[in-house]
Every structure is written in C-alpha cells, then in structure tokens.
C-alpha cells in the first residue's frame, strides 16, 4: 500500500459521527465542570500542561487521593490538547476554555473507538443495525454524559472498544494486546469481562490454549512494564497503581466504606436507567435474533460477577451499554424491515421508533438534574464573575466545593490564591478573604464560625428534589436549595478597630436578605386579594407565608443573639397549629447544647424538627 493510501486508512479511522458529536458537545457544554471521582486525572492533566517536567508543582503530591492513578490516560490526552490549549493561552482566552478542551479530546477519542466498533459490527449486521444503533446511543443519557469526562473507566473505554472490534473480526492477537493493556494499565476488573470473550472463543476453539497463554504473556510484561516505570517517576515511589487499586477494593474491601448497594442493583436500577426505553429492545433481539446471544452472555456475566462487589455505580459497567445497544439495535432494525407485512407490524416499528423519543425526553430531563450537581464550579465562577480585581485575593474552598466542580482549571486568577487545604482551624480560615463553605441555609453551623469577619457576599444552588405537579407545563421541575455560600470578608475594606460596626453591618445585611422585594410583596399582595374573594388555594398560601415570616422573625434573634436554649419552645409555641403538619415552610439549622439541630416543618409528617447526628427524632 502507497503512502497515500495509508494515509486515507489513518484518515478514515479519525472519522467519526457528526450528530454523536454535536450530542457530547452539548453535555459538554451543559456540564463543564468535573467530580471528585475525576479529581485526579483532570488535575494531572492540567499540571502536565502547565507544570510540564516540573512534578514538585503537581497537585497529587499533595492530594493523592484515596488509591494511586496511572499517569499514562493524563499524559495521552494531555499531548493531544495541548495544541489547542496552548492556541488559547496565547489568544488571551479564560483558563477554563482548557478544560472544555481535555474534555473535547476524550470525547473524541471515545468516538473514535466507537466509530471503530461500528464498522466492524456493520460486517456482521449490516448497515442497517448501525444506523439504529448511532440513534440509539445518542439517545440515551449516561454514555453520552460520561464519555467525555477525565474518568479512570472511559480511558479504559477507548481501549475495549478496540478489543470489542478486534473479537468481532477474530483478531485474536490484536484483542490481546488491547485486553492487556486495558486491564492492567487502566482497570483490572476488566479480566472479568474481557476474559469471557476469551473463554468463548476457546470454548468453541477458535483459538488455542497455547496459542492464547504465548500472545498473553508478552502483552502483559509490556504493559505492566510501561505503567511501572511511568507512574513511578510521577508518584516518586516504586508502585503499580491498578495492583494497590485491586488490593483496596478485593483483598481489603475498603471500596465499601463509599456505599454499598444490594446486589441486584446493577440489573434493576443502573441498567434501566442507561439504557431507558431501549432495555426492551434488547430482551427483544434475545429472543428474535439469536445472533445476539454470543455478544451478550459476556456482559452480562460480567455484571453477574461484578454484583459481588458491595460497593456499585453506573460508571463501573459502562463497557456494556454499546454491547446491549447494539442487540437493541438489531431489534429495531428487524421490527423496522418487517413494517409493512401488517398493521401490527407496523405499530411495532413506530414503537421503536417511538422509544427514541422517550429516550431523548428523559435524557434531556437527566441533563437538568445533572446540570444542578456542579455547585463547587459554579461557584466559583460566580466569584471570579463578582470580584474582577486583578490584585492578589484569597480564596478557600470546602471540601465539599472542591468535590462538586472545582479544579486548576477553574481557578482563572494567577494572581490569587486559591487553597483547598483540609482540617484548618477557624483562626486560619478567617484570615481568607473569600470563603466557599456548604451550608443549606444561612443558619447552618458551618457558617457561624464566620459571622463576626465575614458577609454572604453570593449563594450558589445545587439540586434538591424533582417536584412533579398536574397544573404545570412542564410536570416534572428541578427544585434547587442553598448549597454553597460564597462569603466575603469584613477586614479587608474595615479598620479592625470597628469590630462593633463590622456586627451591626452583618446584622443589617442578614436582614435586609430576609426583607421581601418587589415581586414577592405583589405576590403577597395578590394572594390577599384572592383569598378576599373566598380563594382557598390562596388563603393556605397567604397562612404558609405568614407562618414563614414568623419563624423567620425569630429564628433571626435567637441566631444573631446566640441563645438557642429554648429556641425549639420559643420559636413554635405560638404557632401549634395542624397546618404546620401539611405544608413545607422552611428549614433552619441551629447548636443546641453542643449539637446541631435542623428543624423541619414537613410535608405530611407529624414532627417538626429532627436531630441531626442521632438515631432518634425529637418532636416539638
């Protein structure tokens, strides 16, 4: 072959399907910011790009994580984004466009590798099949969401999707090598699910023993050899990072103390919701089209086994979803092709057609929720859009912030200082100028370290609950709570001789919070109006707020003032009423003889207020 020709093969491997494109972008987009589980390699990634050889800057060196990583994934796409990276430093773009950039380049390669795995089930399937399953993965939502994101389980994607076209086409040694390397560079687990499609092929002896022990070996001397001798210079220590993560989560169980699921869960709740309406699809191709049979026993062998393992989360069995949609495919295909042989037939086409609808419905639905789960990144970006000082600031951020979106990338200002140290004492942490601290209202415990130095300078929103109501278009809302408070401190702009003055301009800020603005003062207005008129509805609204008001009125004296003795009875006496039983009216979280309380008025329970921290609830 001529080098042109080669060129064109090299070529026609870097295509991939523009509307899956356009698809991961969106997600992309709709959420840019990453998890603590993506923690390490999206750190590593930014501090290849920016530190270079310079490991003593690396963020792992002081938040290693609970496990070590490989280096290998971050350096890969570190390499490839660069470019574009580098483009934008130049072109004086924000720091963030790099993450969108990372983010971009594994999307990328991901679709490569599936592009790869179309082609080759398009030899076996037909063209046909393909086209249903293009539709029918860029439909759903969780392959979609997490093909992008800087996860240990989508590197090792990039690989078993190559091993999934190399079995199809019976490339044994090349199915091999790319085993080899997925397992033990990126996941071990892997040896579960890609070694069932071994034993199937030396079951019906499409490859010996001999055969398959003689390509195994040298391909794992190679790939353990690689991930050793990299991940050792980057860690500074002797280590195989899969070996410690496989001892911590099989011989010393410690994956569980994350949570721990029951051990159907992955079939009745992570698969149904990967999959949606397309999880019919496949029981249908199992039963019509037995060529499916072959391809899905190894997956779902692989969950069988995998179940053991107490500790459960979508992402774990994701190399399963193109295997399962791929049979749905071949459904769809067969209930399309057989369309016009009768009016039920036909019904049944429209239906697959139909469930692409569905699947697109939900995932857009998932998307929202997933949208609100990022508080930490939002937050910040809300302080660096709020302060647009060019001088030095400081800026610390919880654990939690850090958990839900923050990282290098997002932290935009060289000239600040930007700290996620754990376990500071409250001395240290009031010398910050900018605080990001959790917090479900401004009564939180964790805010009142806070009050004398600082004011809520900003409030970020994260996910509460879905609420569904008959009388709304649509049905089904996303409600948001107070998640992280963005607090601003009083020194830096007030002599520190004014510490009485500093309290009163607190003061007067928390309660110029509580005064209601234009919108709700016609609100209430309103309400008055109809309840006037005999409106029950708005008779129970305009009590809800009244009782709101109340509880507030208190809740702010007993807070500013700091006796709490008797909050539970003070607060509540005057207000023993079976109303408060019925209707959500606000939550309040207060220290009570040295323990927080979180008081609740609930939506159809008998208490109103709860302990937090203990076993038992405590009714008013």
């Known amino acids: 072959m001529d080098s042109s020709g080669r060129l064109k093969k090299y070529l026609h491997f870097l295509k991939v399907d523009v509307k899956l494109v356009c698809i991961a972008l969106v997600h992309l987009v709709v959420c840019p910011y990453t998890k603590v589980e993506e923690s390490f390699n999206v750190q590593a990634i930014h501090d290849i790009i920016y530190h270079s050889f310079n490991i003593n800057q690396y963020d792992h060196l002081e938040f290693p994580g609970v496990v070590p990583r490989t280096f290998i994934a971050p350096l890969f796409v570190a390499t490839l984004s660069f470019p574009l990276v580098f483009i934008g430093h130049i072109l004086g773009i924000s720091k963030l466009i790099g993450l969108y950039c990372v983010r971009m380049t594994i999307g990328y390669s991901v679709l490569v590798s599936l592009e790869a795995f179309k082609s080759s089930a398009q030899k076996h399937f037909g063209e046909g099949v393909t086209t249903w399953f293009t539709f029918i993965i860029g439909t759903q939502f969780h392959f979609m969401f997490y093909l992008s994101r800087p996860l240990p389980n989508i590197f090792a994607l990039i690989i078993v999707l190559w091993s999934y076209k190399f079995w199809f086409e019976q490339k044994h040694e090349n199915f091999i090598a790319t085993s080899a390397g997925a397992i033990i560079i990126f996941r071990g687990e892997l040896a579960i699910l890609l070694g069932l499609f071994l034993l199937s092929d ?301 309290r009163k301009t607190l003061e007067n800020k928390l309660k110029r919070n509580e005064m209601p603005d234009k919108n709700e003062r016609k609100v209430k207005d309103s309400l008055r109006k109809r309840s006037s008129q005999g409106d029950n509805s708005a008779k129970i609204n305009l009590k809800k707020e009244s009782l709101k008001d109340q509880v507030t009125r208190k809740a702010d004296l007993y807070i500013e003032s700091d006796e709490t003795e008797n909050f539970d009875t003070d607060v509540f006496s005057d207000l023993n009423d079976e109303f408060l039983n019925d209707y959500v009216l606000d939550s309040y979280e207060v220290e009570h003889e040295g323990n927080p309380v979180h008081y609740l008025i609930h939506d159809s329970l008998e208490d109103i207020g709860e302990w937090l921290g203990n076993d038992s609830d405590e009714n008013l």
């Open 202 to 502: 030396l079951v019906k002896q499409r490859i010996t023993i001999e055969r398959a022990i003689r390509m195994a070996v040298p391909c794992g001397v190679v790939s353990l050899a690689a991930t050793v001798i990299i991940d050792s210079i980057f860690w500074k220590r002797l280590l195989w990072p899969e070996g410690e993560v496989l001892w911590f989560n099989i011989v010393e169980n410690k994956s569980s103390e994350w949570g721990t699921s029951p051990f159907f869960w992955y079939f009745y709740s992570a698969l149904p919701r990967a999959l949606g309406a397309s999880l019919l699809l496949v029981l249908f191709s199992v039963y019509f089209d037995r060529r499916a049979i072959e391809f899905l026993l190894p997956p779902i062998g692989f969950v069988l086994i995998y179940s053991f393992l107490g500790h459960k989360e979508l992402r774990f069995i994701i190399y399963v979803i193109p295997l399962l949609d791929l049979a749905a495919a071949m459904g769809c295909h067969r209930l399309w092709e057989n369309r016009l042989k009768g009016n039920f037939q036909m019904i049944l086409a429209v239906s697959a057609v139909g469930h692409l609808l569905a699947n697109s419905i939900l995932s857009l639905f998932l998307l929202s929720v997933s949208s609100t789960n990022y508080p930490g990144g939002f937050a910040l970006a809300k302080l660096h859009s709020l302060e647009h000082s060019p001088k030095n600031r400081s800026v610390h951020m919880d654990v939690f912030s850090a958990q839900t979106g923050i990282s290098r990338f997002s932290q935009l200002n060289p000239h600040w200082e930007y700290n996620k140290s754990e376990n500071l004492d409250v001395a240290s942490l009031q010398r910050f100028e900018y605080l990001l601290v959790e917090g479900r209202s401004k009564y939180s415990t964790t805010l009142k370290p806070f009050i004398e130095t600082h004011e809520i300078f900003a409030i970020e929103e994260a996910f509460n609950q879905v609420h569904f109501s008959y009388s709304s278009f649509p049905p089904l809302k996303v409600r948001l709570k107070p998640s992280i408070f963005i607090l601003k401190n009083l020194h830096r702009n007030v002599p520190i001789f004014k510490k009485n003055r500093r």
